[in-house]
């Protein structure tokens, strides 16, 4: 009897879901940027991806998910009045904290505190699912500054994501973190692609040698693919970048780091899926909830 009443209180959620999220219209593509171990350079390379994307004429919209410590708007320079805590508490609509931000980049700053998502109210999460598909619309990558380890909320978004790409270092603290990770996504049975970006490498066969270990070890223990997404190198001008509060593809753009992002954005922009092919990053986040 319970169940059923449930049952039905579920579907109900669910129709009226379809309805705000809709099924039909073509979606953005998702990476969610993680890692285990913190501080190995998440939020540079998600600033500096995004803005190498939308110089190639992508519609790129960086979206701040660090629920700890949002900081993205630092990086870029930026210091917006609003941020995703004012659209929960239903202050400002998604469109109005929307900041530009270099080459046409969209930037949805980010609140320390965001944790609450998963205990928000019925009426405020269809109403912040409704708005963030409206700008999925306009977006044809959605890049996801997510925090370090391996939290529920950080899972969450990462899992409904279409690509996760795990930023570690060749240190073995990190790399073991960056294990962990990609061993909880398999444990979850993630289903879209798993990649590692390698941070503050001294050259192409660090960077290999670092991926190898890591993919082997995820081959052998988890049965789970994992891709190379590439690496950047260890280079003080990100550490001038970030200390002038510009991203360093900016910057320094004939940097060593610079070429690393451009590379890895090429790579990445040959291959995005087609738009029909799409399923939304904020569909799948919807599923969550029915
Ligand atoms: N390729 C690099 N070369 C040199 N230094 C780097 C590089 N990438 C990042 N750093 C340094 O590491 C610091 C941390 O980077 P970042 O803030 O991007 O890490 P994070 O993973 O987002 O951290 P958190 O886990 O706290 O969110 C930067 O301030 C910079 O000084
Ligand atoms: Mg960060």
């Known amino acids: 009897m319970e169940s059923s009443i449930s049952r039905s209180i579920q579907k109900d959620q669910a129709s009226r879901l379809r309805e705000l999220v809709g099924d039909r219209r073509p979606m953005a593509n998702s990476l969610a940027i993680v890692s285990g171990k913190g501080g190995v350079g ?166 290999d040698a670092t991926f190898q270990r890591i993919a082997q070890v995820a081959k052998r223990f988890l049965n789970f693919p994992i891709a190379y997404f590439g690496h950047v190198a260890q280079d003080s001008a990100v550490v001038l970048a970030v200390r002038a509060r510009s991203p360093v593809v900016i910057r320094y753009p004939h940097s060593l780091a610079s070429n690393c992002f451009a590379a890895v954005a090429s790579s990445w922009a040959a291959d995005l899926p087609s738009a029909k092919r799409r399923t939304g990053f904020f569909q799948r986040v919807a599923g969550l909830f029915i």
């Open 42 to 207: 998440k939020t540079n390379v998600a600033v500096n991806l995004s803005i190498c994307f939308a110089a190639r004429r992508k519609k790129v919209t960086l979206i701040d998910l660090d629920m700890g410590l949002a900081n993205a708007d630092l990086l870029l320079g930026l210091s917006p009045k609003y941020n995703l805590a004012h659209v929960i508490s239903g202050a400002r609509t998604l469109g109005e904290i929307i900041v530009q931000g270099p080459a046409g980049l969209q930037f949805l700053p980010g609140a320390s505190g965001l944790d609450n998502l998963a205990n928000l109210s019925e009426f405020e999460r269809q109403n912040l699912l409704h708005q963030m598909q409206n700008l999925e619309d306009s977006t044809d990558i959605l890049v996801l500054d997510c925090g370090a380890g391996i939290s529920k909320g950080v899972m969450r978004f990462a899992h409904f994501a279409h690509r996760v790409m795990v930023v570690t270092t060749p240190e073995p603290t990190s790399m073991t973190d960056a294990y962990a990770t990609v061993k909880s996504l398999a444990r979850d049975q993630y289903r879209g692609t798993v990649g590692i970006l390698v941070n503050k490498v001294s050259g192409s066969a660090d960077a």
